[in-house]
């Protein structure tokens, strides 16, 4: 039987492309999102066979639903060879603000206990197995903070810790933690943004390039390269230095702006 694929946030960006890429390589889906009509209405334009995929309604943040839907997932389709944690929400915020407590209240609970709620019905039956690959999606935000965007760094820079620690745990048992981060990615995420975006990548070029990643069971990976580079090389500036680079930066958009 072809390979089983796991995938959150399936309702656009990063999350179709990485589902069409794995369908179009002859994999099976399981695909979680909020908006089902939006994936059904996507899987239908792209003429995917009804029997080679299956659409699971569910929040990330509700953990009784994501236990559900994983055991829903594992009886009707078997277990997945590959889950991918990719449901994630980006807003800006400002600490100044009250409401913006809750906000980060929230991106932590989707972007971070999601991804664990995401992984969490299938770890014990992969490592009985043997066998999996668990990948989690970070974002390369997650190596310096951006002014205005205070919670999405800090839950991203969360993710590639996490999934640090569960590769550690995982990996006696046969099973793969991947983590991977993009850069800036054509999506409906960042087409608010006010600021440039250096090498904007689109969703398909980002998708095959994550497969290969995924593949070759890579611990962590920023794609594309050169924003890995670029990230690398801002990790190393002084922060004085860092803050002046920064200095005048337009914010990232709050939430109801």
């Not at 369908?23 to 009509?37: I, K, N, P």
């Not at 029997?51 to 055991?71: E, F, I, N, W």
């Not at 935000?141 to 965007?149: F, K």
Request: charged share 20%; net charge positive; hydrophobic share 45%.
């Amino acid at each position: 039987m072809s390979e089983l694929v796991f995938i959150t946030g399936a309702s656009s960006g990063i999350g179709q492309a990485l589902a069409l890429r794995y369908y179009e390589g002859g994999a099976r889906l399981a695909l979680v999102a909020r908006r089902t009509a939006e994936v059904e209405r996507w899987a239908a334009e792209h003429r995917l066979d009804a029997a080679r995929y299956k659409v699971y309604g569910a929040d990330v943040a509700d953990l009784d639903a994501m236990a559900r839907t994983g055991r829903d997932c594992i009886a009707a389709l078997g277990l997945p060879d590959i889950v991918i944690a990719n449901a994630g929400i980006s807003v800006g915020m400002d600490t100044a603000h009250f409401d913006d407590l809750d906000l980060m209240r929230r991106t932590f609970a989707t972007n971070n206990v999601g991804l664990a709620a995401t992984f969490h019905p299938f770890v014990a039956a992969m490592n009985e197995r043997g066998s999996g690959t668990l990948v989690g999606i970070a974002s390369v935000s997650a190596i310096r903070g951006l002014p205005g965007h205070g919670a999405y760094c800090a839950s991203k820079a969360a993710v590639v810790a996490y999934c640090e620690s569960l590769r550690g745990e995982c990996r006696p048992f046969g099973v793969r933690v991947v983590t991977l981060l993009p850069g800036y990615i054509d999506t409906p995420l960042t087409r608010r943004n006010r600021y440039g975006m250096p090498f904007l990548m689109q969703p398909d070029d980002f998708a095959a390039q994550a497969v290969r990643a995924i593949r070759a069971q890579a611990s962590y990976r920023v794609i594309p390269w050169q924003m890995g580079v670029l990230a690398k090389l801002l990790r190393l500036l002084p922060n004085w230095l860092y803050d002046r680079a920064l200095a005048g930066r337009p914010r990232k958009r709050r939430q109801h702006e």
